[in-house]
């Protein structure tokens, strides 16, 4: 079963593995992430920062098969990179429930819309669109933190 649905540009990092791991009682972690993916060396990487009795599965977005995570009943946490992985994989029906912005890095075009969340407009929309569709969509980095409703994060500009 697929318990979250995380964007965050660093997918397999401390947050993750010592915050939502334990915290979401997971045993799987599937990173859809194209780079990660035709990288050897990142995904040897990943591999080993995973803690034992973790299982890490890692594809391209557009070989990510989440029918058999969603119901097997393996707890499962979803990690894409960025907004439009999120989106692709709605598109394919393999996205429901609720999305959790973790870590989204600045770049071009996009402004601060937390401290750990960067967005542009397209992406907003995007967002907008996914709650829409009845996503619950929020921003949260670590455990501690409460989540911030989307509604909070395009409010900002």
């Known amino acids: 079963m697929i318990v979250l649905t995380r964007v965050d540009s660093r997918l397999v990092h401390g947050q993750v593995l010592e915050g939502w791991v334990p ?3 997971v045993r799987r972690l599937v990173v859809a992430d194209d780079q990660v993916a035709a990288d050897p060396t990142a995904s040897a990487a990943m591999a080993i920062a995973s803690p034992p009795g973790l299982e890490l599965e ?5 070989k990510a098969d989440l029918t058999s995570a969603a119901a097997d009943g393996v707890r499962t946490l979803v ?17 429901r429930g609720r999305l959790q912005l973790g870590n989204v890095h600045a770049g071009p075009g996009r402004s601060p819309r937390s401290r750990s969340v960067f967005l542009s407009e397209g992406e907003v929309q995007a967002l907008e669109a996914l709650a829409a569709s009845g996503l619950t969509v929020d921003a949260q ?17």
């Open 23 to 25: 915290h979401l009682s």
């Open 141 to 157: 980095a670590a455990v501690g933190e409460p989540p911030i409703p989307l509604a909070r994060l395009t409010a900002h500009a």
């Open 58 to 62: 890692i594809c391209p977005l557009a």
């Open 79 to 95: 990690l894409v990179r960025d907004v439009l992985a999120a989106q692709t994989l709605h598109q394919r029906g393999a996205l």
